[in-house]
């Protein structure tokens, strides 16, 4: 299989599953809004949002740090994961702690409190599944497949 073809079986299992993800996502949300009623989807949109915007802290960019490193040298795939497990533990338990503090804070009504809480355990959960992805990604070199590298000036 050529250079091209790969690039098309790739790019063409990536829009697949996006396809899916989109109608399944459609699909969660709709029940989900059903079964939670007016209010009850109000406060777990709430949570998603409000958990969404402190989510970024959990990782800091170390995901496609770990993918590209280990990708240049997979040798280095052991060191960067303990590292980065090291400096993630960190930042889930300031992210996790800054969710909760904050959302104290604004006096949020206890139902409330409770479900952004659980969402954040949801972020804390996904920064440490990503931390695993990374070296995944990188020694089946998805991002070269996909994403050709910039050609060289001169």
Request: proline content about 3%.
């Amino acid at each position: 299989m050529n250079t091209v073809q790969k690039i098309a079986k790739n790019s063409l299992v990536l829009l697949a599953s996006n396809i899916i993800s989109k109608i399944l996502g459609f699909f969660y949300v709709m029940y989900t809004a059903r079964y939670l009623g007016t209010e009850g989807f109000g406060i777990l949109s709430f949570a998603l949002a409000f958990t969404g915007m402190f989510g970024v802290f959990a990782d800091m960019g170390l995901s496609t740090l770990t993918t590209r490193e280990v990708a240049r040298d997979k040798k280095l795939a052991n060191k960067y994961l303990e590292n980065i497990a090291m400096m993630k533990l960190i930042l889930v338990t300031l992210t996790f702690g800054l969710i909760a503090l904050t959302i104290n804070l604004l006096g949020y009504p206890e139902q409330t409190i409770k479900v952004v809480c659980l969402i954040a355990l949801s972020v804390v959960f996904t920064a440490f599944v990503q931390m695993f992805n990374s070296p995944l990604l990188a020694a089946k070199n998805l991002h070269e497949r996909i994403i050709p590298r910039p050609l060289a000036a001169g």
